[in-house]
């Protein structure tokens, strides 16, 4: 639990220090005041970094460096960060230059961008899905990297050779199929989890008996991955030269959402589809609690005015269950759906 935080030279805030309830906060105020900002500053306290900026981009104007002070649990966590790119993480008096997985807190952020997620660029769920299997396999996380590093030298050898040396590419394409199988493995293996996990979440928050599933679209035939790959690496490799990347492997692959048998895109309304969102989110909590043995902190920027009474009401049930941070320019929208249970922070 996040029981406060201080902010100096953070975003518009030169210097204030916000004390937090247990369990429900509601931020206020009009736009533009700060309060995505506030929990921005939650977000960096728990996990190191924002999900909207570099450090540096977060340094007050006319500033040099930022400092965020939080008291979790009775521990207390500092973040120093300058200009220069120098970043100090500070936990109980030990100095790390980094947060590493087990020093950070799990997060679940839910934002407006969330809603239209699913109607997106397939690079918007591919980084969803691959930031939420990085936070509890840290596996996943490892081969993750290897493989975008060696995609950007293949990459970059394509840009840099000609037809007749094809033979330089045959090592990295042997490295990146093997690491690709691996990936695409564990992201099918991670959605069949979820799924059963996901359809009562679904069928809870809409009421309804429709069935819902994410389907996993590879960019290779996943059986014998590797040599299926390796077979379309050495076959596109004419137009791959001319285009200068790597036109096949995880970095391309998607997932979509179903409703029934029906894709979700063209068949479901936007209310389905915001339930079938919500959903979405909810499960990650779900998922969180189940890997790391925590709660997660739930961070809901701006979503209730985005949504109808009963979504609100259902959102409201998970939200009881866990330490939140609600933001809000109509405090009576969010706080009638608790009864004067939370703690109203007005900026």
Known sequence: MIESIRVQNYRIFKDRRFDFDKQVN????????????????????????????KEKDLISKGNDWLRIESKNDGLDRIIKFTNTNEKTYEIENNKYKRLSSNLKEPVVLFEPNN????????????SYLDNLLKQIDPLYKKNLRHYSRALIQRNHLLKNININLKDQLFPWNMRITQLAEEIVKRRTDFIN???PVLNLNYREIS????????????SVNEVNYSTKMLDELENNFVQELNQGFTSVGPHRDDFTLYFEDNLATLFASRGELRSAML????????ILEKYLFKKPTLLLDDVFSELDSNR??????????HQSFITTTD?????????????VIEL
């Open 115 to 126: 809603l239209i997620m699913l109607t997106s660029s397939p690079d918007t769920r591919r």
């Open 26 to 53: 509601i931020v206020v105020g009009p736009n533009a005041c700060g309060k995505t900002s506030l929990l921005e500053a939650i977000l960096v306290s728990l996990v190191g970094s924002s999900y909207r900026a």
């Open 331 to 343: 405090a009576d929208i969010a706080s009638k759906e608790f009864k004067g249970h939370c703690k």
């Open 312 to 321: 609100r009401h259902a959102l409201t049930n998970l939200i009881k269950k």
């Open 279 to 286: 959903s979405l989110k909810v499960t990650e909590v779900n």
């Open 193 to 195: 989890e979820i799924n």
């Open 207 to 218: 009421n309804s008996k429709l069935n819902i599933k994410i389907k996993y679209q590879s």
